[in-house]
Structure formats: structure tokens, C-alpha cells
């Protein structure tokens, strides 16, 4: 199976083009130019000082881990290249095709990641900011490139590493400006095409009706498709339902990590374990289940018979002299 099989030594990996490196002075600068626009229209909730540090700290960290598993990440993708006996030649054509295929793997690994609570986990730091800006596309987990085995499909349709390479950069590069207030509505055959501001917008909003909407990466269409597209109406609040108030870059990326181990420590049977690391974030598990008991203990506390018991018990006469000594004296 192997005897042809080409290395990373071999596809030039080492010389491919890091096209994010290249935008980051750009993208810099167009956070700046933001940040200038806002201090100017006196839009003091646009930036914080606090989290804009967060954010940078976070990303550059980010962008640190992906050079160190640089190398590791294109093992796999090479491994499982050189597995299928066919190939896709890189042609024009088949850098549109892998670019529409890397989109639509975008789109379920990223709906995933807020339907599965372990999922949630490696994607809420891009979330758990209540400010909206360009500087919150840097926000991005260090833990989030466990999410690559969503793209091995792609790699085996047979496209070839370094258009897969590119296709994914410019995936990645497409999320910065999308993460703007400055941005409004584009020409509407633009906005039912491809993902905008104003769509992610919606992505990026706590409020209960703009939940789990517009997971598209580049394109909203698969979102028009399985039935999760939402339009902007009202100004969105940013955030996550459960409100985190810190600024520490550590704290932002593991936080859900740490609440589903103390959740899982708690956890009574292999079911419940499950369900706190694969169920819907947010479903509490352990609250609700000690909730439910306490409601069936009250519930059996004033079943017909247990009032049955309480009225055919006799009072106490001990009980009974205090009742009348305080009413004697004036109490109620």
C-alpha cells in the first residue's frame, strides 16, 4: 500500500507558504484602525484594553502551537493521502472543490462544537468574550486542533496536501473580518451566499433566540440547507450564557475543561458520564439531576398517604402546652 507513497521531505512541506504569518501585520493593523474608529465615534463598548490583551496573548500562543505541530499535522494529512489510491491533480478547479469541501467540513465540526459539551470545550474561548470586534478572531483555543479529524475526510476525496494547505489557510484567513460591528448589511445576493459581520454576528450572540444559528465558515449556505441560518435583527448581546469575569488567558481556555472534570467526578454511572461529556452544553446533569430527587422527595413528602399518616398521628401533648403558653402570652 506504502510502496509509492510520497514524504513530507518529498511534497516540499517545509516551503509551502504560511499565508496567515503573512496577513497578521495586516490584520494588526486593521484591529488598530478599528479601535481608532471607535475612540473616535466615542464607542467606548467597542474595545477593551483588558480583553484585546487577552485575546492577542491567547492568539499568539495559538499561533506558537500550530508551527510546533506543524510537522505532526501534515503527517497525518500525508498518511492518510498516500492511504486512497486516487488522486485529484492540483488544478485550478480542484482548488474550488477543496475549498467547498473544507467549507462544508468547517460547517459541521463547527456545529459540533456547540451541540457537544467536550467539542464546546476546545471552541468557547472564541466565544467567552462580551465584546465583538476584529481583535476576537484571535481568540482562538489552544486545544482546537483535536478538531483536525474532522477534515481527514477531506484529505481522503484524494486533493493534494499543499491545495489542502492553502484551501485551509484561506479558510482560517476568511474568519478575521467577519468579526466587526462596522460592518452592516452587504448586497443581498452577497449575504445569502456567504457568511458576513452581520451573520456572525448572530453566531456570536447570548441571547436565547440567536443560540446555536450561523456555523457557516465562508459559506452560510449549508446553514440555509440543514436548517440553522438566523438573520440579524435586534443588536446581538456577545457572550456566553454563563458569564465569565476574568481576563486570564489560562483561565479563558480551560474553564469548561475544568467544570466538566469537577462535573464527572460527581458523575454516579457511566450514563451520566456520557452525558456530561457528550451532551448538549449547558444541560447541567448533575444539577439537574439532584434537583429532580429533591422534587421527588417533596413530592413523595405530600403523597395522599404520607398525609394520611400525619393526620392520624396524635399531637403531642408536650407540643400542644407550648402552643397554648404562646398564645397565652400574646403570640400568634
Not at 501534515?74 to 467547498?100: E, M, Q, R
Not at 444559528?213 to 454563563?242: A, H, V
Request: hydrophobic share 45%; with cysteine.
Amino acid at each position: 500500500m506504502f510502496e509509492n507513497h510520497l514524504t513530507l521531505e518529498e511534497i516540499g512541506v517545509h516551503d509551502w507558504p504560511n499565508i496567515i504569518l503573512w496577513a497578521a501585520p495586516i490584520m494588526f493593523f486593521l484591529v488598530f484602525l478599528e479601535w481608532g474608529i471607535s475612540l473616535y465615534k466615542n464607542q467606548k463598548d467597542a474595545y477593551d484594553k483588558k480583553d484585546f490583551l487577552a485575546a492577542s496573548t491567547i492568539g499568539f500562543i495559538n499561533v506558537g502551537i500550530s508551527a510546533l505541530i506543524k510537522v505532526a499535522i501534515f503527517g497525518i494529512v500525508l498518511f492518510f493521502w498516500n492511504v486512497v489510491p486516487w488522486k485529484i491533480p492540483a488544478t485550478w478547479w480542484s482548488f474550488i472543490a477543496c475549498f467547498f469541501a473544507i467549507d462544508f467540513a468547517r460547517y459541521w465540526a463547527h456545529r459540533i462544537s456547540h451541540e457537544n459539551r467536550f467539542w464546546w470545550a476546545t471552541h468557547v474561548t472564541h466565544h467567552n468574550s462580551k465584546k465583538y470586534n476584529f481583535s476576537v478572531s484571535f481568540r482562538l483555543s489552544w486545544t482546537q486542533h483535536i478538531k483536525f479529524i474532522f477534515f481527514v475526510p477531506v484529505v481522503m476525496m484524494g486533493f493534494d496536501p499543499f491545495v489542502f494547505f492553502i484551501c485551509h489557510q484561506i479558510a482560517v484567513l476568511y474568519q478575521f473580518w467577519i468579526h466587526t460591528e462596522y460592518i452592516t448589511k452587504l448586497p443581498a445576493p452577497i449575504e445569502y451566499f456567504f457568511t458576513t459581520p452581520s451573520h456572525h454576528r448572530v453566531h456570536h450572540a447570548s441571547d436565547e433566540k440567536y443560540l446555536d444559528k450561523n456555523y457557516g465558515s465562508t459559506f452560510i449556505i449549508w446553514d440555509r440547507m440543514f436548517g440553522t441560518f438566523m438573520p440579524e435583527d435586534d443588536r446581538p448581546t456577545y457572550g456566553i450564557t454563563k458569564e465569565i469575569n476574568t481576563y486570564n488567558p489560562i483561565y479563558l481556555v480551560f474553564h469548561e475543561f475544568v467544570d466538566i472534570w469537577k462535573d464527572l467526578k460527581q458523575a454516579e454511572s457511566f450514563k451520566e458520564a456520557r452525558q456530561i461529556l457528550f451532551g448538549k452544553p449547558g444541560a447541567e446533569v448533575i444539577k439537574n439531576r439532584n434537583l429532580r430527587r429533591e422534587q421527588e422527595a417533596l413530592a413523595k413528602a405530600e403523597s395522599p398517604g404520607q398525609h394520611e399518616k400525619i393526620a392520624s398521628t396524635p399531637p403531642s401533648p408536650g407540643l400542644h402546652e407550648k402552643s397554648l403558653m404562646k398564645k397565652k402570652n400574646g403570640y400568634p
